[in-house]
């Protein structure tokens, strides 16, 4: 066992305090034998909600599922590609998200012939995201952007203490993605959540992490950070909007690197205790 579990698994948890800071010290990602990142330094508090940006394929999941596991049953997860069973209808659907709550009588009772409470729990869920008349319907007739509200719904049905989510919001418009992040942060003081909104990182979150080139090339709070920065960790779109006859270079002279970002924000931080009398 290593650092980042002692932490998360030997703190205080009375089922709904705070859990234990989580913090990654120096650990190697992957899948099998493939390393997908290297030597992450992270730590994850109470109260903190994170944007994790990065280029697709860079290691967002992996990481997420690191976090996923180590959280246990503090964390609610909704995944990249929802999770959503198809052919069950959308109440189904969220009302899985806390299967391991009841017992299996429970969940066969309520799952074939739900519970006033438990319908009436789902439902108002469901209005709340904009699914009420969408609560019978099977979620594979539903459109993209109501199974994002469903994968949403049902981890928010999970009432964990943080919210992890792999692209919440990649399958909604900007409006719709700010009033459900809105609601997410209603219920979570903590979350973490890939995106590809750089304006929302900034906007919804207290800090970002930045992954490129297999490392963790950015951890700074949102306050210190500018959307430059956050281009930053996406040079291939930077590369593909240039002209291939005239090349530029991917970022403004004037702009930071994202590690030269976390080296500004460090360098800030050690300014102000330098400050402190
Ligand atoms: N189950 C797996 N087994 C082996 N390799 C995997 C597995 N899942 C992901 N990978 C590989 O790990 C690397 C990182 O993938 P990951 O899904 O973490 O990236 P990501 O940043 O979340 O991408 P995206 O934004 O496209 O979702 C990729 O090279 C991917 O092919």
């Known amino acids: 066992m290593d650092d980042g579990q002692r932490q998360v698994t030997g703190g ?40 994790l940006l990065g280029e697709s394929g860079v290691g967002k999941s992996t990481l997420l599922a690191e976090l996923r596991r180590r959280l ?23 009302y899985m998200g806390r299967l391991e709550r009841h017992s299996a009588l429970v969940n066969l009772w309520n799952l074939v012939r739900p519970l006033r409470q438990a319908w009436e ?11 009420e008349g969408a609560i019978r319907r099977p979620v594979g007739r539903l459109s993209g952007g109501q199974r994002q509200r469903v994968a949403i719904a049902r981890a928010l049905y999970q009432r964990r203490q943080v919210f992890l989510g792999d692209e919440p919001v990649a399958s909604v418009d900007p409006h719709q993605a700010m009033a459900l992040l809105d609601r997410i942060d209603a219920q979570h003081a903590t979350t973490v959540m890939a995106l590809h909104q750089r304006e929302l990182a900034l906007s919804h979150f207290d800090r970002v992490w930045g ?35 005239a090349p530029s270079p991917a970022r403004d002279d004037n702009s930071d690197s994202p590690a030269e970002a976390s080296a500004r924000h ?10 402190r009398p």
């Open 12 to 51: 205080r948890d009375n089922g709904h305090g705070d859990f234990p800071t989580l913090i990654l010290d120096g650990v190697d990602l992957g899948h099998a034998d493939h390393r997908v990142l290297h030597d992450v330094h992270l730590r994850l508090a109470p109260g903190e909600r994170v944007a």
């Open 211 to 245: 992954l490129a080139d297999g490392r963790v090339v950015l951890d700074a709070p949102s306050q210190d950070l500018s959307l430059d920065d956050l281009d930053a960790l996406y040079p291939s779109a930077s590369r593909t909007a240039s002209s291939p006859a």
């Open 72 to 94: 246990g049953r503090h964390a609610a997860w909704c995944p990249q590609y929802h999770g959503l069973v198809p052919q069950l209808s959308v109440y189904h659907n969220v």
């Open 121 to 131: 729990d789902v439902a108002s869920l469901c209005a709340e995201l904009g699914l």
């Open 266 to 275: 460090a360098s800030h931080q050690a300014g102000e205790e330098q400050a």
